[in-house]
Nanobody, 115 residues
Framework: QVQLVESGGGLVQPGGSLRLSCAAS????????MYWYRQAPGKEREWVGD???????NYANSVKGRFTISRDNAKNTVYLQMNSLKPEDTAVYYC?????????WGQGTQVTVSS
């Protein structure tokens, strides 16, 4: 079955960096677009960015220039490198992929940006 498992979250000071990983299994990873979303307390889940199977990336304006999405098809893993983190980046981060008419989410990983 399809599984997405995020890791790499934690507590970081403003201006710091984190790299999140999302390990995928149960489908042909290399042919699927992969998305990152986040959900802050009391807010709706929002799109952070995505990466196509060709490696083209797109980002929300709020993270453009600070976050980078990459993928390693040999490891079935997508990454979210987050730099210059701000308190407003605090959220649970999820990876997501659509497959055969339905969407699959990971369990999420908590990122807290605080001094």
């Amino acid at each position: 079955q399809v599984q997405l498992v995020e890791s790499g979250g934690g507590l970081v000071q403003p201006g710091g960096s984190l790299r999140l990983s999302c390990a995928a299994s149960g489908f042909t990873f290399s042919t699927n677009v992969m998305y990152w979303y986040r959900q802050a307390p009391g807010k709706e889940r929002e799109w952070v960015g995505d990466i196509t199977r060709a490696g083209t990336t797109n980002y929300a304006n709020s993270v453009k220039g600070r976050f980078t999405i990459s993928r390693d098809n040999a490891k079935n893993t997508v990454y979210l490198q987050m730099n210059s983190l701000k308190p407003e980046d605090t959220a649970v981060y999820y990876c997501y992929t659509p497959l055969l008419g339905r969407g699959y989410w990971g369990q999420g990983t908590q990122v807290t940006v605080s001094s």
